[in-house]
T-cell receptor, first 112, second 114 residues
């Protein structure tokens, strides 16, 4: 069963705008990871945020984690057409560090 | 796609046939994973292996089998017992536990039923 759920399912923006994607999960986690997938390809790891962290940055990416609300957000600033992809959050539940659950993803389209 | 290769890129299966998907990594990672992805959905864990000669069932192991005879290789067999095998299959590896380490994914194999 899926643990995380991304919102929105699809997002379309213009180049240069910011894109925000949200992830909600159900049970206590050790950490949460965000991945990106270009159409028909494998996933690429973006950021890992641990349960005791609230915010993390990597280049144009900013991830927040609110464990009280069981939610996370991924912000991509100054988006580019090359950011067009699907973005997935993945959570690892507390009692099994190998059981990583992925959401259904947010499909981001950045128009040039 | 890191140092993980998957072959073939496309695979066709006839009714009642077993097929094997290959996954090889040269990253010296201990852990390897197989996921299934259906259209518009996230990944679901089929099997994982933390060390050679050991593997564990994931969420949807029925109809699948794996082996881990070498550190670099983790082949997945889709058996005839898997009634709905059409999907995109992704292999991944990590240095340690999935939850603690970055997972590196292969390019995937798309399996189609004839």
């Amino acid at each position: 069963s899926q643990q995380g759920e991304e919102d929105p399912q699809a997002l379309s923006i213009q180049e240069g705008e910011n894109a925000t994607m949200n992830c909600s999960y159900k049970t206590s986690i050790n950490n949460l990871q965000w991945y990106r997938q270009n159409s028909g390809r494998g996933l690429v790891h973006l950021i890992l945020i641990r349960s005791n962290e609230r915010e993390k940055h990597s280049g144009r990416l900013r991830v927040t984690l609110d464990t009280s609300k069981k939610s996370s957000s991924l912000l991509i600033t100054a988006s580019r057409a090359a950011d067009t992809a699907s973005y997935f959050c993945a959570t690892v539940i507390v009692y099994n560090n190998n059981d990583m659950r992925f959401g259904a993803g947010t499909r981001l389209t950045v128009k040039p | 796609d890191g140092g993980i290769t998957q072959s073939p890129k496309y695979l066709f299966r006839k009714e009642g046939q077993n097929v094997t998907l290959s996954c090889e990594q040269n990253l010296n990672h201990d852990a390897m994973y197989w996921y299934r992805q259906d259209p518009g959905q996230g990944l679901r864990l089929i099997y994982y292996s933390q060390i050679v000669n050991d593997f564990q069932k994931g969420d949807i192991a029925e109809g699948y089998s794996v082996s881990r005879e070498k550190k670099e290789s983790f082949p997945l067999t889709v058996t005839s017992a898997q009634k709905n095998p059409t999907a995109f299959y992704l292999c991944a590896s990590s240095m340690g536990l999935a939850g603690q380490e970055t997972q590196y994914f292969g390019p995937g194999t798309r399996l189609l039923v004839l």
